[in-house]
């Protein structure tokens, strides 16, 4: 979400030698880099449409051109894609290609806010901290039992990110 349009199809896609004035080198994209694995494409429904068009004709038939190139390029990779937006609403909305909702939808998994999964919380809490005192050579061990009640009565609107951060910051400053 944070590439302007052309930059991302580029940083997906690819380059030729000359295909625009600072083309010095051909530079692979992430589909070509990932072949034989797997592309994760976060935030995927902020994605503008046109590159939305290219990244459909890929899924359709698993091939590709750099731009600047004139020869396909075919990959075997699986997609893997997130978004924090309701994608049915954005397809209904036009921001998102119903076509390639569906084409992207072939396993769904919805992951419920992090303050509707009860303990997890504190699972990924402890998680967090064991990271974060490794990283900062830190002697946290655990979480106190006022520190897991707070924890726990927090809607947490930043879910798992505001979680981590939190915890990294508690541990850094410790």
Known sequence: SSFHENLLENELFGHERGAFTDASDTKKGLVELCDGGTLFLDEVADMPLPTQAKLLRFIDH?????????????????????????????????RFRGDLYFRLKVVSIHLPL????GDDVLLLGRHFVREFARKFQKRFTEISPPAAEMLLAYAWPGNVRELRNLIERVVLLE
């Open 62 to 94: 698993r091939n590709f051109k750099r731009l600047g190139g004139s020869q396909d390029i075919s990959v075997d990779i699986r997609i893997v894609a997130a978004t924090n937006k309701d994608l049915e609403a954005e397809v209904r909305t036009g």
């Open 114 to 117: 992090l303050r509707d999964r």
